[in-house]
């Protein structure tokens, strides 16, 4: 990878790529790509069988990364994901079996419907890229990637995450259901075969830590920044937030505009980088106060009210460096 026109060029391939078998969501696939250029997690909450599963495997087959899927269920314990260390008589020793958090690419799946204190342990590995085993600690790969699905709150026998496990997250995204046009185009597929066992590794993990190397070069000016401050100061102040967005969301924010405006093949951010990612990155970091909730208004929209009335600066020569 010799340029940026090259790591443009790549993003540009393994978009494309994923989207021959996530049919007819090149958004939410860019939104993706957008969180695993900045280093950061994804979570979805959507009803099951709108393509999550097939959305992450893609991903990680596209890139040839180790890929593990967890499915969590009220049973499961902190060590069934970490790992745990099992007497090994023969040897007269502990020996480490790594448990699936050990992994490039994992599927975290129904993360809400685990106990407390199993989300406490994949939060350790998400925040420090590191989990503690038996009083040790443990590295994680380079390439740590969680995408974490969960179901509607309003469903039975659900864990509401707490807000520090969701501060963790980039992204929050929800799939949706595929237009009618997309649907029927997946009931033409051969019914016996997988597309995504189909695909082939166009990118290696390496040059997936590259693109990330190159994204956080991506430069922002002193306006940009002031501008990303605007929106979450106004979130700190809003009359309908109860709690504002956090210094560690207002650097989320930053990486992901760097990611965006990288994948976007610029060297440089601009506001439109802003209003692309932030009611994602912003709108699960907020609790909206009790006057919200007898409106019935949800945190996403209140997030683009925000971005939409706040000022942009408008001179390009003060994007680019």
Known sequence: MNSNSEAHQMISELIDHVETVVVGKRKIVKLMTIALVAGGHVLIEDIPG????????????????????????PDLL???????????????????????????????????????KTQSALLEGMAERRVTVDGITRQLPKLFFVMATQ????????????????????????????????ELSLLNRTPDQNPVNSLTPILTVDEVLQLRHRAA???????????LMDIVQTTREHSMIALGVSPRGTIGLLRAVQACAFIEQRDYAIPDDVKTVAPYVLAHRIILNQEAVYENTDAFSVIQEIVRKTKVPVDIKEFVK
Do not use: H, W
Request: aromatic share 10%.
């Open 50 to 73: 709108v393509g999550k599963t097939v959305l992450v495997r893609a991903i990680a087959k596209s890139i040839g990364a180790d890929f593990k899927r967890i499915q969590f269920t």
């Open 78 to 116: 902190p060590s069934d994901i970490t790992g745990l260390s099992i007497y090994n008589q023969k040897e007269a020793r502990f020996e480490f079996r790594p448990g699936p958090l050990m992994g490039n690419i994992i599927l975290a799946d129904e993360i809400n419907r685990t106990s407390p």
């Open 151 to 182: 179901n509607p709150i309003e469903y039975e026998g659900t864990y509401a995450l707490p807000e520090a496990q969701l501060d963790r997250f980039l992204l929050k995204l929800s799939i949706g259901y595929p237009s009618r046009r997309d």
């Open 217 to 227: 070069s991506v430069y922002v000016s002193e306006d940009m920044k002031n501008y």
